[in-house]
């Protein structure tokens, strides 16, 4: 990981959730970050955690370019980290027009930033398991065909196959990574399943899903991507112009996690089946063979070693 010591990294999304974190451990192994942002959250985790002091903050929206490349420019970047989306497939429903041009602009942007501005070494792109689209109820795998066709899915598909193309044509170092669900400390998205349990939990609500509760997704766990975002970037020549899955050993139904919480935290979660989700897909599940073979990333956590601890995090947060 000391290879990004004392480098300039830009980090796009660096204030949300998964970018928190990312942004945390690339400033404790000591190299210099900027972030974009759009807006602050006084209780994120980015806040709370006082990232907001020890890294440049820009406040840049990445679909407009002139924006982004005196971005990339004026701070001399050597590595991008692009995490920054739209990442809900509730908000591309009712919103596809910004979901696109925020998911497929804004990445196109940052590649027009390198392709102009050379010095940049490498970028990793964080995708999803959702440019894949519906494959039934097996693992994908990185040269499957990606077919997404709901706006939050043909956004990332569509990100992906640009992606390719810049690095083809153009030999940029851009690496694709998928994931499936993230959580962890940190996430105040409370539509998603987790944070969504814990708030339940601590403020004795119902948790309301909005699935059938048998939708199944990998869940992996956040330090573990950020493991994988650094890794790839060390690797950059190798890894150039590949996508990489992020897979997990738990993959699991709704109904499961919920479950799994109960178990291990000793504690009854209610909870309201609404089956009311639009253009979500049934089955998700990525092979990371590839991955693990080539640079011997494989996730370190489960839900079970973790829900304790992030339990505490919610429990802190909530009492602030």
């Known amino acids: 990981m000391y290879h990004l010591k004392d480098k300039t990294l830009l980090v796009t999304g660096g204030t949300g959730f998964v970018g928190s974190h990312l942004v945390k451990e690339l400033v404790r192994i000591g190299a210099n970050v900027v972030t974009t942002y759009r807006q602050h959250d006084p209780f994120s985790y980015f806040i709370t955690e006082g990232l907001d002091k020890e890294v440049i903050m820009e406040r840049v929206d990445l679909v407009h370019f002139d924006q982004v490349f005196d971005l990339v420019t004026k701070h001399e970047v050597d590595y991008i980290f692009h995490l920054a989306a739209q990442p809900l497939v509730d908000v591309a429903y009712y919103n596809p027009r910004r979901t696109l041009e925020s998911n497929i602009n804004g990445t196109i942007n940052l590649l027009e930033s390198m392709r102009l501005y050379q010095k940049v070494t490498g970028m990793i792109v964080a995708s999803s398991d959702k440019a894949y689209g519906k494959h039934g109820e097996v693992k994908y795998k990185e040269d499957d065909q990606l077919k997404g066709d709901h706006p939050y899915e043909v956004s990332k598909s569509a990100t992906d196959l640009i992606c390719n193309s810049y690095a083809k044509t153009y030999d940029l170092p851009?690496?694709?990574t998928r994931f499936g669900n993230i959580y962890?400390?940190?996430?105040l998205n409370f539509s998603r399943i987790i944070p969504g349990i814990m708030r339940s939990l601590?403020?004795?609500?119902?948790?309301?899903?909005r699935?059938?509760?048998?939708?199944?997704?990998?869940y992996l766990y956040v330090k573990d991507v950020v493991d994988g975002y650094i890794l790839l970037s060390s690797q950059i020549e190798k890894a150039r112009g590949h996508a990489y899955n992020f897979g997990s050993s738990d993959t699991l139904k709704v109904l499961e996690v919920i479950q799994s919480t109960e178990k291990v935290l000793e504690k009854k979660i209610?909870?309201?089946v609404l089956n009311s989700a639009k253009n979500e897909i049934p089955y998700q599940s990525l092979d990371y063979a590839k991955i693990k073979k080539e640079f011997g990333w494989e996730p370190k956590h489960t839900v079970?070693?973790?829900i304790n601890q992030i339990y505490s995090w919610y429990l802190s947060h909530f009492s602030l």
Do not use: A, C, P, Q
């Not at 962890?184 to 996430?187: I, V």
């Not at 601590?202 to 899903?209: C, K, S, V, Y």
């Not at 699935?211 to 990998?218: A, K, L, P, Q, W």
């Open 270 to 272: 209610k909870y309201k």
């Open 304 to 306: 079970e070693s973790t």
């Open 211 to 218: 699935s059938d509760g048998t939708f199944v997704r990998d």
């Open 184 to 187: 962890g400390e940190g996430d």
């Open 174 to 176: 851009v690496v694709i």
């Open 202 to 209: 601590i403020t004795n609500e119902t948790l309301e899903l």
